[in-house]
């Protein structure tokens, strides 16, 4: 069993030709929901790898909460531990697509009062994983309460820091895995990457999208490069990276094959729109491994 530990949102997204000036209105070309939030996008990348999956977070009692609890047992991972909060809306992300590229304001709702005290709740559930998944789309302290209970009992964590501003440094020794892109690991780390690597072997994966990814094995610098695909919509494709690296690292893989599995399935979850849509299957990633041997 995996945990996931994050935020549940719903993807609001207008296309357009035009973006309005203040004031203005136009007309958009479509309008689509998407299923999203980094933690139920992970949940998901690792549940359509046939990995059991847990979900441990918080969405509002609204309808949006409604569709994505709905959604989430559909796809077979447990939700039993996603708090409905009260009076609180489901987390939304408001997203602007125009000439290829987006604007975005995310509102999170009820993934901003899922507490240390859910955390506790769930501690039971934390402990019995095999390895446990989390981002930063929910609150710092919360974070680091799941953090702490995992390296008590030595769970294994892949930690995602994203979004980059909710990192907080002593992050970097509760964390088993630690997997910024390029531009979050110099945020934490400073310009030098291949310094930061050196600092963290075996526990620093930096992704760098269809380039694939690197780490520093204890000797040296190990480059694990993409596969080739034709991009529909890169959206989730960082988080169904991360899913599929914790499938892989909880089936005993070393880093660099889980690297590889990762790069696969991402490479595969970009060639159709939305977050979750285009995450892959099992089946689907070793087709796609099996014609790059």
Known sequence: MITV?????????????YV?????????NTFSTFFGGKGANQVVSIARLGKEARMIGACGTD????????????????T??????PDETTGIASIIVSEADNRIIVVPGANNRLTPGHIEQVKQEIIGSELVVIQLEIPTETVHTALEICQEHQIPVVLNPAPVDHFKQEFIDLATYLTPNESECRHIFGDDIEQALEQYPNKLIVTLGDKGARFYDGEQHQFIRG???????????GDTF???FAVAIA???RIEEAIKFAN???????EKKGAQNGMPSLESVWERLSLEQ
């Open 5 to 17: 530990i994050g935020s549940i949102n719903m993807d609001l997204v207008v296309e357009t030709d």
């Open 227 to 237: 596969f080739q695909t034709t991009p529909v919509d890169t959206t989730g494709a």
């Open 63 to 78: 309808q949006y909460g409604e569709m994505a609890l709905a959604s989430l047992q559909q796809e077979n991972v447990k």
């Open 242 to 244: 991360n899913g599929s």
């Open 251 to 253: 089936e005993g893989k």
């Open 20 to 28: 309005p000036e203040k004031g203005e209105t136009t007309l958009g």
């Open 264 to 270: 696969a399935s991402a490479s595969l979850s970009v």
């Open 80 to 85: 039993d531990h996603v708090f409905a909060i």
